[in-house]
């Protein structure tokens, strides 16, 4: 479930939490924050898109269905990756604290919590990891914020719909590779969510339009999926 989109100074941030009005909680407070958040309920998927994602932080629940949070965690340290990590758990025990931290949490919150303490401690995490606001990428022609989720025409932004940005991050991170239509649909609407593949093929038929004229191409695989190229006609 994708629950908000960010705005200039966002971050994305990746929650995987099993706990349905919690999760609905801590999203719509971190998007009154100006974050974008991505919903994941159930370890075995979240096992796969935390390799792929790009977030720049991740809440997640310990007590989770499939693979736990600790192992999410420590598979997550074993690869490298060093994203700032907030663990969630309703066990209060020293041990269990201890547990978390040397796994590789940088930060324990015992439920129940208060939003704002959440929120308090990502502002910590994102001031500690010191993320740049207008660190731009080039694509083709174009230039990507990718914190603040944004594309340029040199210093005129590119107005994108939170929905065709989200299928553009998904092809952009693919670097080139083709990307499936359950996975741009995964990513633009949330894993699980109940909405017909048919929609892609209206976001990409829009972004393509948008992109074109930059020297940006979305190329179609009929049947397999899309990929997005750079100084290449389609």
Known sequence: MKLAC??????????????????????????????????????????TYLQADGADLVILDINL??????????????????????????RAETED????????????????FDMAELEARVRALLRRRAIPQQQREAVGAL???VAGRQLFDGETEIDLPRREMSMFECLYAANGRLVTK?????????????VADTVVEVYVSRLRRRLSP??????????????????QAE
């Open 6 to 47: 960010g705005k200039i100074s966002a971050v994305r941030i990746t929650l995987i939490e099993d706990n349905g009005s919690l999760a609905k909680g801590i999203g719509y407070r971190l998007e009154d924050a100006g974050h974008a958040v991505d919903h994941l309920a159930d370890g075995a998927e979240a096992e």
């Open 65 to 90: 269905p499939g693979v736990d949070g600790l192992t999410l965690l420590r598979q997550m340290r074993q690869r490298g990756d060093t994203r700032p990590v907030i663990l969630l758990t309703a």
């Open 97 to 112: 604290r201890v547990l978390g931290l040397d796994a590789g949490a940088d930060d324990y919150l015992i439920k129940p």
């Open 143 to 145: 230039q990507y914020d």
């Open 182 to 194: 359950s996975t741009l649909l995964d990513h633009a609407y949330g894993v699980g969510t109940d």
């Open 214 to 231: 930059h020297g940006i191409q979305i190329k179609t695989q009929r049947g397999l999926g899309y990929q997005l190229l750079t100084g």
